[in-house]
């Protein structure tokens, strides 16, 4: 199989604020197997953690170059050699699901099947992707929530919390989201922006607003 690579740059709507910092834009990479002549896409996302392993996007493109001469010698069908390959690289976990997501999508191709009937799931329980609204004050959330609104069907929103103000700056950002979108449920992802006791806190007082998932 052949495999090549591709950066690319996406600019937010608008920028995004997290516990962590604000960005304006990322950049991506998107991996191409050719096989068989069929293509299989995958993605592959800088990824920061306030503990662990973080990657950029320069690395990304060094480590998927570093993989490929290793990996061009496989068919697409040959999964555990490939897998084996992949572990004993110890690639990032972003670069393995950008491979193992193109495998998955040659495979789809080949045999002409969506991936969600290849693996026997049921299409009408496909979950809705979510709308994030980073951090920002009541006001100013409120409004980027009516600008989606304007823009598409939103289904399910997510929210970004830790704010730099604390808990309570929190408290308001959702109230002030949970007063203009009642019917359009709720999650949140905090980014470990909170100590343990704000997380607990939250949890509890974050239940009672009808948040259906903490991150």
């Given amino acids: 199989m052949r495999l090549t690579i591709q950066p690319f740059t996406v600019h937010k709507r608008f920028p995004l604020t997290i516990s ?11 991996l191409k197997i050719e096989a068989d002549s069929i293509e299989g896409w995958g993605e592959a996302s800088p990824f920061s953690v306030i503990k662990g392993t973080s990657i950029n996007s320069e690395q990304l493109q060094q480590g998927l170059r570093n993989i490929i001469p290793s990996l061009e010698a496989y068919h697409p069908l040959q999964r555990q050699a490939i897998e084996t390959v992949l572990l004993e690289s110890k690639l990032h976990s972003s670069l393995r ?15 002409n099947l969506p991936l969600w009937k290849l693996w026997g799931l049921k299409g009408d329980r496909l979950f809705s992707t979510s709308v994030t609204i980073g951090i920002s004050s009541p006001e100013k959330a409120v409004e980027r929530v009516k600008n989606w609104l304007n823009f598409m069907e939103v289904k399910l929103l997510k929210i970004k919390l830790g704010s730099p103000e604390g808990i309570e700056a929190d408290k308001a950002m959702i109230l002030a989201i949970r007063a203009e979108t009642p019917h359009i449920p709720l999650t949140v992802d905090a980014n ?23 991150e």
């Fill in 192 to 214: 470990g922006g909170w100590t343990l006791k704000e997380a607990i806190e939250m949890s509890d007082w974050l239940d009672k607003q009808n948040v259906k998932y903490l």
């Fill in 97 to 111: 699901a950008a491979i193992d997501t193109a495998l998955y999508d040659w495979l789809g191709k080949k045999v």
């Fill in 20 to 30: 962590r910092g604000t960005t304006a834009k990322n950049t991506n990479l998107l």
